[in-house]
């Protein structure tokens, strides 16, 4: 998905929310710049990336708490609800600052003095400016987020699965 169309909508919204301007508009500075429509897919590297971590960290942390809440006599749907929650968490601490590297390449490509970025010199730079609490401005926000996209997934399928019968 991030090579397909991902990485260029992440792209855009990137722009987007660090600017005054809309989609169509941010879309065209993208593509007006040296690169071309092949702007759009920057980032692919660490987006993909960062999507196969972040869904490693969901399936381990999912699955152990799934095993903790069976463990405390609760039941599939506690259980799906509870997992996806903290599986949710879990990708935030991995996702935010991938994503706060992800966004300073797209949004600084083609300034003065950013020229040689990569993901490992925009968090050196950030951790030397900031922190380590710089690499996860917004978690608090990337944690709900995650936790309630996932706490509703996994309860909706297991609701299916079972309380519906749609799955065997």
């Known amino acids: 998905s991030d090579i397909t169309g991902g990485t260029p909508l992440e792209n855009i919204k990137c722009r987007v929310t660090t600017s005054n301007k809309n989609p169509v508009q941010c879309t065209r500075d ?13 980032g692919t590297r660490s987006r993909t990336m960062e999507g196969a971590v972040q869904g490693a960290i969901f399936l381990c942390a999912s699955v152990a708490t799934k095993r903790y809440v069976f463990a405390m006599g609760g ?17 935030a601490v991995i ?19 950013y020229e040689n ?3 490992f010199t925009v968090a050196k730079r950030i951790y030397k400016e900031k922190g380590l609490g710089g690499l996860f401005v ?8 995650q936790a309630s ?9 297991e609701l299916c699965r079972t309380n519906l019968q749609l799955v065997s």
């Open 75 to 91: 039941s599939n749907n506690a259980a799906a609800f509870v997992a996806g929650v903290v599986g949710g968490v879990a990708q």
């Open 117 to 119: 970025d990569n993901e």
């Open 149 to 157: 996209t996932w706490a509703s997934r996994t309860l909706f399928t």
């Open 138 to 145: 917004g978690a608090d926000a990337m944690a709900a987020r």
């Open 30 to 42: 993208i593509v007006s710049q040296p690169g071309g429509i092949l702007n759009l897919w920057s």
């Open 95 to 113: 996702l935010t600052p991938s994503t706060m590297a992800f966004t300073s390449l797209n949004v600084n490509k083609h300034k003065p003095g």
